[in-house]
């Protein structure tokens, strides 16, 4: 059973455009949620995350939008660059247990010139 | 940043064979882990550690132990290696659970 679920499982964006990428889940106590990017070859990196209290979080050119009723989050990406493709994870945790993260399968961005 | 470096970066095991993976921290992080990704799966939690000297299972902990002799070090043990082994293995640290976690670059393993 996934609890944490991502899609699309692959986006193509031009680049100036905006990538949107989704991720649902299915536990209510989970109250963080971290995105990590990972390129090739190397380790995913966190990116941005948000708390549950929280329905947005900005960073640059980031956004996570948050709806708790729905059990859904996405991120935006804003003027995508050729630089931003990789793969990007949703993940939860929970405050109230170990904390420990589980991912979502990802979603893999390009981002073409 | 936190440094956490992996060994080795690529392995071809035989089947039934032992493989250990090696992981090193060098931000003095309380917490490490273990997982593998695969495609269709992401990132899976196998084993974590609180600290020198504690190992606790994570989701998929069958067939893998794990060893935290120190505050730097932490392996992943696969005493019978077998085929459905074949993964990438990330190691992570971070200072409390609920803090970033810090990737290593990653073991490519096959298991023949």
């Known amino acids: 059973q996934q609890q944490v679920r991502q899609s699309p499982q692959s986006l193509t964006v031009w680049e100036g455009e905006t990538a949107i990428l989704n991720c649902s889940y299915e536990?209510?106590?989970?109250?963080?949620f971290p995105w990590y990017q990972q390129f090739p070859g190397e380790g995913p990196a966190l990116l941005i995350s948000?708390?549950?209290?929280?329905d947005k979080k900005e960073d640059g050119r980031f956004t996570i939008f948050f709806n708790k009723r729905e059990k859904k989050l996405s991120l935006h990406i804003a003027d995508s660059q050729p630089g931003d493709s990789a793969t990007y994870f949703c993940?939860?945790?929970?405050?109230?247990?170990?904390?420990?993260?589980?991912f979502g399968s990802g979603t893999q961005l390009t981002v073409m010139p | 940043e936190a440094a956490v470096t992996q060994s080795p970066r690529n392995k071809v095991a035989v089947t039934g064979g032992k493989v250990t993976l090696s992981c090193n921290q060098t931000?003095?992080?309380?917490?490490m882990y273990w997982y593998r990704q695969d495609t269709g799966h992401g990132l899976r939690l196998i084993h974590y550690?609180?600290?020198?000297?504690?190992?606790e299972k994570g989701d998929i902990p069958d067939g893998y132990k794990a060893s935290r002799p120190s505050q730097e070090n932490f392996s992943l043990i696969l005493e019978l290696a077998t085929p459905s082994q074949t993964s990438v293995y990330f190691c992570?640290?971070?200072?409390?659970?609920?803090?970033?976690?810090?990737f290593g670059p990653g073991t490519r393993l096959l298991v023949l």
């Open positions: 931000n003095n992080h309380n917490n």
């Open positions: 993940a939860a945790s929970a405050s109230s247990g170990s904390w420990q993260l589980i």
């Open positions: 948000i708390l549950s209290v929280s």
């Open positions: 536990n209510s106590a989970f109250d963080y």
């Open positions: 550690s609180y600290g020198a000297g504690s190992t």
């Open positions: 992570a640290s971070g200072e409390r659970q609920e803090d970033t976690q810090y």
